[in-house]
């Protein structure tokens, strides 16, 4: 049985490499959700992807998900421009966040679907403005949720982390894992 990743990110293609290298990557072009509490976004929105995907591939598990970063209630989507980029960076400055994903597998032929949602907390130092400016100017915030990728530059920014990093990079592997066996694939 081969897992459809619908998605088109490096970084979850990188991420599900590391526990198998039986995958293929259809991404989905559902839209993402963008209403409603966080939490419930990031579901609708891995199971939109999931099920955009599934129709072709019946034999398969689709994999999709979805993740945004929150603070104070806000979602912060990816950014639009630099400028945005670096207005999300000032607000993440200093403070406490948090990162959610969510996970939808399906496995059409069987009518089977498991979804979670796994949050991280992330906690930034104070940045510079000058500091600001270095990140953006490596151009890694462009397609990340939150203006910013955890295993690039901005880690220089991350003063602790609580719960899955691989979430925070878009896959949190560990439920992935959980979720996979619950549907009787051992990896």
């Known amino acids: 049985m081969t897992i459809i990743l619908a998605s088109n990110s490096p970084r979850r293609q990188e991420l599900l490499a590391r526990i198998t290298s039986d995958f293929v ?3 989905s072009g559902a839209k993402e959700v963008e209403a409603g509490p966080a939490r419930d976004r990031v579901l609708l929105s891995s199971r939109a992807k999931a ?5 072709p591939r019946v034999e398969d598990i689709v994999l999709g998900a979805d993740t945004v970063v929150v603070l104070d209630e806000h979602v912060l989507g990816k950014p639009v421009s630099r400028n945005d980029a670096a207005d999300m ?4 400055s200093g403070r406490a966040h948090s990162v959610l994903t969510g996970v939808t597998l ?3 032929a069987r009518d089977i679907e498991r979804s979670a949602c796994v949050e991280t907390t992330v906690r930034f130092r104070a940045m510079t ?3 600001i400016d270095w990140y953006l100017d490596g151009d890694e915030y462009s397609d990340k949720a939150g203006a ?3 295993q690039g530059r901005a880690a220089v920014f991350i003063e602790s982390i609580t719960g899955e990093y691989t979430n925070v990079m878009g896959l949190p ?5 959980r ?3 619950e549907m009787g694939v051992i990896f």
């Open 179 to 181: 979720l996979l066996r």
């Open 148 to 150: 910013y990728g955890i």
């Open 89 to 92: 960076l000032r607000l993440l």
């Open 51 to 55: 099920h955009a995907v599934a129709q």
């Open 173 to 177: 592997l560990c439920e992935l894992g």
């Open 25 to 27: 990557v259809i991404p």
């Open 106 to 108: 399906w496995d059409a």
């Open 129 to 131: 403005e000058e500091e």
